[in-house]
């Protein structure tokens, strides 16, 4: 069974542009779920997108945004790229969508995003 | 929101040495998991428990719901087991976790 596959691995970017980011989910998982991760701030919770909704956002600016699609894949925009979003960003997939249930989550190998 | 401590942030062993990761949370939680980064910096599954006791070969943990903390025990390290272990929690009504600041495991030969 496939694991939860995200490209691209690496990425170079410079300041001002912006930068999409996919995920595959495991097969059968419909919630997926973004973090970034900064020595600074360490893990950081994104967003979280359940059958193309976006159920759980945490506290990023405007200018990241994601959304999901019907196979369950999900996508995150950063718009307006800062040298500050310098980061690693993982994605993970969970099997049970409710949210008074949640269940185990499977992480990708992550993209390591740098603004230049 | 709820938090989610670690300790100790840093901790070195002699290879064989025994070690205990201890995670605390502030917040009834859902979901409890310890994960160990790898050097690529993909989160790779330890434990998923939200309380009770598990057991995985040199590993195990234990999750006390009720007094919120949990403990990641590792036997006989070896030096293979170096590395940043997280834990972290979902809060109750929410799919998302909240991660501790990571323990660093140093193992020497």
């Known amino acids: 069974k496939a694991g939860v596959t995200q490209t691209p691995r690496y990425l170079i970017k410079t300041r001002g542009q912006q930068v999409t980011l996919s995920c595959s989910p495991i097969?059968?998982?419909?919630?997926v779920s973004w973090y970034q991760q900064t020595p600074g701030q360490g893990l950081q919770f994104l967003f979280e997108?359940?059958?193309?909704?976006?159920?759980n956002k945490g506290n990023f600016p405007g200018r990241f945004s994601g959304r999901q699609f019907s196979n369950s894949r999900s996508e995150m925009n950063v718009s307006t790229l800062e040298l500050g979003d310098s980061a690693l960003y993982l994605c993970?997939?969970?099997?049970?969508?409710?949210?008074?249930?949640?269940?185990?989550?499977?992480f990708g190998q992550g993209t390591r995003l740098t603004v230049v | 929101g709820i938090q989610v401590e670690q300790s100790p942030p840093d901790l070195i062993l002699q290879e064989g040495a025994n070690s205990t990761l201890r995670c605390n949370f502030s917040?009834?939680?859902?979901?409890l998991q310890w994960f160990h980064q790898n050097p690529w910096g993909q989160l790779i599954n330890l434990f998923y428990?939200?309380?009770g006791t598990k057991q995985n070969g040199r590993l195990s943990a234990t999750t006390v719901a009720t007094e919120r903390y949990s403990l990641l025990y590792i036997s006989s390290s070896q030096t293979t087991d170096s590395g940043v272990y997280f834990c972290?929690?979902?809060?109750?009504?929410?799919?998302?976790?909240?991660f501790g600041q990571g323990t660093r495991l140093t193992i020497n030969p």
């Open positions: 972290a929690a979902s809060p109750q009504g929410a799919q998302k976790l909240v």
């Open positions: 917040d009834s939680v859902n979901n």
């Open positions: 097969s059968g998982h419909r919630s």
């Open positions: 428990i939200p309380s």
């Open positions: 997108y359940f059958s193309e909704t976006q159920r």
């Open positions: 993970a997939s969970s099997l049970v969508g409710s949210a008074d249930l949640n269940t185990e989550a499977f």
